[in-house]
């Protein structure tokens, strides 16, 4: 019987062995169309009996990086898997995979302690204002005219989105003394809360010192940081971002950095990443960082694994390890 | 009969416990240095200031008076008993010539802890995870491209040299970001003060650890503590993080590691010649540099002229300093 037909859309850096290891139970094979039409014309070619997608963070113009109803429809139906490597899968059109009936696995827990790590920097950098002072130093003036900042020691971390990063960041933001709040779609049992306060978004917003966006970027979250949002916050807040730009109106933001209310803010993604607000570049009071969140040999090794280690339950258990959570009553 | 309250100098300014200066007008008489220089100085020793009791002195004042040395103390009254320090760090003052004329001197243990050891924490992380490099690729417009991967702090040993309060604050950080903390000190710490940290040689620190801390103070024993032949014990590729003084590490040999690649990468708050910065690291856009930022908040400078000023009333009150630095405390 001949093996199942796993595609590789992208690159394996690190678990090179992990994959290769995966011919015991499946063909394996790397995509080589170069461009979308390409793609398309061989999914129903060379690629018409795959049945799981090994689906990497690409560069929009690469066949494959979006996974939309248009090129849901060229998918052969033997393909029944997308096993993202990611814990953001925004560029996947999930509620049309369902429909499909494909499940897409993400690479939750592996992300979480790189994540937090570019996060609790962030909101470090943010309160003490280091890019400014990292910048005069630059360019000659030592700590001229650097005002005094915050310490984190008692101030108060609201956390958007409870999940295995934003609970990552809370055991952090302990350790600097800050007492966390957070807002979620439910709230946490008591022993994964480890002590965190749940409260309305209204209430998070208004009554943290701090608030990091550690949300999915989905229909529902797009802009939750708005004007309107950033009206109701406390005078002076911080805002970090290592979740995705597009959970905040960055112009929202840059207006709102200009007239203070924002003291600073740490950025990790933005909302039309690569290009950045000129708004936020002019300022260098921000402590900004190309969307760095998991770029750590450690880390991606451990994020390729999760992946293969679903296509491997995929293709031997017809399941996944990490089905995303809008599939869990869908998945076996 | 009127007794003449005590004379105390303050030689330098209070910015933020200007009500708690005031208030110490119940105990003392109060002035304010405003002698134009060093010559001046030494003049108003010998005239206005001749019945002064007790200093307060403030790291940037060694702009008027220069260091406290032999030839400094020589020219102060013989009615002078306490220098009360604002700062963690004394270098500033010549400790042995104080205790000859039976001067004491107290610092700032303690209240400095949180703020440097947050600046401590921010830089392992932004050499760790070559955060620079980013942060200058995205400001020149070039997002990450050729970024290269880093690595998690997770799971790597941090060696702490000097485990005073500095160290201690830094190892609660450092666990939680998943880091095995070891230290050398003068002595071994208690059981409970050292909270599991394992207590190693230096030359082991040295052998063993993937990230060094500087956590040590300045004095003619630890100068250049970490020189060419400390950096030969080290592991390849070791990461050093300095938030102590510059001179407790021979720059130039540092810039020599650094090239060689022997130091995958550093991050400092303080330089040997202040502000001056050598050129070679100046030029290297993989180093994270802070220009001496360690205490720079609100909230940390008020708690440390506070502690500067109870230390004075202390003395006036009661004969003794509420913090005598470790070199005088049989002197109490």
């Not at chain 2, 050398?184 to 060094?212: H, I, M, P, Q």
């Amino acid at each position: 019987m001949t093996k199942p037909h796993v595609l590789l859309l992208g690159d394996v850096l690190h678990a090179r062995a992990e994959w290769e290891a995966l011919s015991d139970v499946a063909t394996l094979s790397v995509c080589d169309s170069s461009t979308k039409e390409e793609f398309i014309k061989d999914l129903a070619g060379k690629y018409s009996d795959v049945a799981a997608v090994y689906h990497c963070h690409m560069d929009d113009a690469k066949p494959g990086a979006n996974i939309n109803q248009e090129l849901l429809e060229a998918l052969p139906p033997s393909l029944k898997f997308i096993c993202h490597h990611g814990a953001g899968y925004d560029m996947i059109d999930v509620n049309a995979c369902t429909r499909k009936g494909i499940l897409v696995s993400n690479t939750p827990g592996a992300v979480d302690d790189a994540t937090a790590d570019v996060n609790m920097f962030l909101v470090l950098g943010a309160l003490r204002e280091f890019n400014l002072a990292m910048t005069n130093l630059r360019k000659g003036n030592w700590n001229a005219g650097v005002p005094l900042s915050h310490d984190p020691e008692g101030k108060v971390l609201g956390i958007l989105g409870m999940g295995g990063i934003g609970r990552a960041l809370k055991r952090r933001a302990q350790g600097f003394g800050m007492i966390t709040q957070y807002h979620n779609r439910k709230p946490l049992s008591e022993e994964m809360a480890a002590g965190a306060k749940y409260v309305s978004f209204d209430e998070l917003l208004a009554t943290s010192d701090v608030i990091s966006m550690n949300l999915p970027l989905n229909a529902h979250t797009r802009h939750i940081i708005n004007k309107e949002a950033i009206a109701k916050m406390k005078d002076g807040v911080i805002i970090v971002n290592t979740a995705r730009g597009p959970v905040i109106d960055e112009q929202a933001l840059v207006d709102a950095l200009e007239s203070g209310k924002v003291r600073c803010a740490g950025l990790d993604v933005f909302e039309a990443e690569p290009k950045i607000h000129p708004g936020l570049l002019a300022n260098e009071k921000v402590i900004l960082l190309p969307h760095v969140g998991t770029a750590t040999y450690e880390t991606r090794k451990k994020m390729e694994i999760t992946v293969i280690n679903n296509i491997r339950s995929a293709i031997t258990g017809a399941k996944l390890l990490n089905v995303v959570p809008e599939q869990i009553h869908f998945a076996p | 009969m009127t007794v003449t309250k005590p004379h105390v100098l303050l030689l330098g300014e209070i910015r933020h416990a200007k009500a708690e200066w005031e208030a110490l007008s119940d105990v003392a008489t109060l002035s304010v240095c405003d002698s134009a220089n060093r010559e001046e100085f030494i003049k108003d020793l010998k005239g206005k200031y001749s019945d002064v009791v007790a200093v307060y002195r403030t790291f940037g004042s060694v702009a008027i008076s220069g260091r406290f040395d032999a030839e400094l103390l020589k020219e102060f009254p013989s009615s002078f008993k306490y220098i009360c320090h604002n700062g963690a760090g004394y270098d500033q003052i010549d400790v042995a010539p104080c205790t000859e004329r039976d001067i004491h001197i107290s610092n700032c243990p303690s209240t400095v802890d949180d703020a440097t050891a947050d600046v401590n924490m921010f830089l392992i992380l932004g050499a760790l995870r070559n955060f620079n490099e980013a942060m200058v690729s995205l400001r020149k417009g070039n997002w990450n491209a050729g970024v290269p991967l880093s690595n998690d702090p997770e799971g790597k040993v941090l060696g702490i040299l000097g485990m005073g309060g500095i160290g201690r604050a830094l190892k609660k950080r450092a666990e939680a970001f998943g880091m095995t903390v070891q230290y050398y000190n003068r002595n071994e710490l208690s059981t409970e003060l050292a909270a599991g940290a394992k207590y190693v040689s230096f030359d082991e620190l040295l052998a063993t650890s993937d990230v060094l801390s500087l956590n040590l103070p300045l004095n003619p024993k630890t100068r250049h503590t970490i020189n060419k032949e400390a950096f030969e014990k080290m592991k390849d590729g070791i990461v050093i993080v300095n938030t102590a003084r510059g001179a407790v590490m021979d720059e130039a040999a540092l810039v020599d590691a650094l090239e060689s690649g022997k130091v995958k990468n550093v991050g400092l708050d303080v330089f040997e010649a202040e502000p001056k910065i050598h050129p070679g690291l100046l030029s290297n856009e993989k180093v994270i540099l802070l220009p001496h930022m360690g205490t720079l908040t609100y909230e940390t400078q008020k708690k440390m002229e506070i502690q500067v000023l109870d230390n004075i009333r202390a003395a006036l009150t009661t004969g003794k300093l509420n913090t005598i630095v470790p070199e005088q405390v049989s002197l109490q």
